[in-house]
């Protein structure tokens, strides 16, 4: 029996009788912060009390089909109205990763363009600039995708720097292991006539997310994503190729703002900038969908992942491999034709500040900005 409408009756549940407790103590005008003190002192963690909130919120805030999933309206409403809340954090976020990703390019070189190092470098100056180049890109885009995950997670809009330097390196460092394996195992399905890679595309859509929000392990977040969407296969595809649909007419209205000379040029940026945070907000809003659906109480790992994900992990590594011959290959063929008119001797003859123009010539390159 309940004593007083500020005090919390605690008992046994599953995650579903969870919600409902919550529902009733709420319509008693029980205090959230009560509920959310009697359930931790009851041993329940602050995910489960956070993810029962969090589905009791979605449940009276947007629509819901008859098996539970959010209605496609209300899930392009809802994401909308939540990337509007987060846009200033992530812009913030955004421009430090920026800033240091330019900082260690312009470290790079300034202390390898000039004296011997300079002159060193100058004999495999595209070479090197290349990888040096090319690492950054990743480490820093792997950096952001995992800072915009923990902002879009977040209830409420956290400090940028929250985001992105308060975590445990290991973490992120399983993150990266995760989008590799990730991109593996699509691969391997692509190799396949095509059609397996996009079904595991559908099933693994949720793992990042819940590598960060659940803080299970990778393979685990692999098995939860695939665990979710088994059962509601055709909504999960339906609200995907809606968002397929949305990158399409966002990348024609890109295209177009491009024609236009510097304007049209920063304007598809912010675009972009903007339909990155609501694209990921959409495929959290969906996951909080599925999650309400299927309790993370209630995860058994799904049979046949586990070996089908071997296999084309397997068949993802032959194919990078391959992939990675043909562009050596590639650039080795076409890298004298593309910069001829910078011979190295000159470089080393012209001397550091020449090697400096050049690296920050090659840097551009890579990076598209030529």
Not at 19 to 37: G, L, M, S
Not at 157 to 181: C, E, S, W, Y
Not at 182 to 199: H, S
Not at 308 to 321: D, F, M, N, P, R
Request: charged share 15%; hydrophobic share 55%; net charge neutral.
């Amino acid at each position: 029996m309940y004593i007083k409408a500020y005090k919390v009756k605690i008992i046994s549940m599953v995650n579903s009788e969870l919600i409902q407790y919550i529902r009733d103590n709420q319509q008693r005008q029980v205090a959230d912060a009560e509920i959310r003190k009697a359930l931790a002192s009851e041993g329940w963690t602050n995910y489960e009390i956070e993810e029962a909130f969090d589905s009791l919120d979605e449940r009276k805030s947007v629509g819901e089909t008859k098996n539970g999933i959010i209605e496609i309206d209300a899930l392009i409403k809802s994401t909308w109205a939540d990337t509007k809340m987060k846009l200033k954090s992530w812009l913030i976020a955004y421009l430090i990763i920026i800033g240091v990703g330019f900082g260690v390019l312009l470290l790079f070189i300034m202390l390898f363009g000039g004296g011997v190092a300079g002159l060193l470098i100058s004999q495999y100056l595209e070479t090197s600039v290349f990888i040096v180049t090319i690492s950054v890109m990743i480490i820093c885009g792997i950096w952001l995708q995992y800072g915009l995950i923990r902002l879009v997670i977040s209830d409420a809009p956290p400090k940028p720097t929250a985001i992105l330097f308060q975590f445990k390196i290991f973490r992120l460092l399983g993150f990266f292991g995760l989008v590799i394996v990730t991109a593996l195992i699509v691969m391997g399905g692509y190799l396949l006539l095509l059609i397996p890679g996009l079904i595991l595309s559908v099933y693994l859509l949720f793992a990042s997310i819940v590598y960060i929000k659940e803080q299970v392990g990778m393979f685990e977040a692999l098995q939860r994503s695939v665990y979710y969407v088994t059962d509601n296969f055709g909504a999960v595809v339906l609200r995907f190729l809606v968002l397929v649909g949305l990158v399409i007419v966002c990348n024609i209205l890109i295209s177009v703002f491009n024609l236009v000379p510097l304007l049209g040029k920063l304007i598809s940026i912010v675009f972009g900038f903007i339909w990155s945070l609501y694209a990921q907000v959409y495929l959290y809003q969906l996951y909080k969908s599925l999650v309400a659906v299927k309790s993370t109480a209630e995860f058994v790992a799904v049979g046949w992942f586990k070996p089908t994900s071997i296999i084309l992990a397997g068949l993802g590594i032959v194919l990078l491999v391959g992939l990675f011959i043909g562009i050596g290959e590639l650039i080795s063929y076409i890298g004298p034709e593309v910069h001829d008119s910078f011979m190295q001797e000159d470089l080393m003859k012209q001397g550091p500040d020449q090697v400096k123009r050049q690296m920050t010539y090659e840097v551009l390159y890579w990076l598209g900005w030529e």
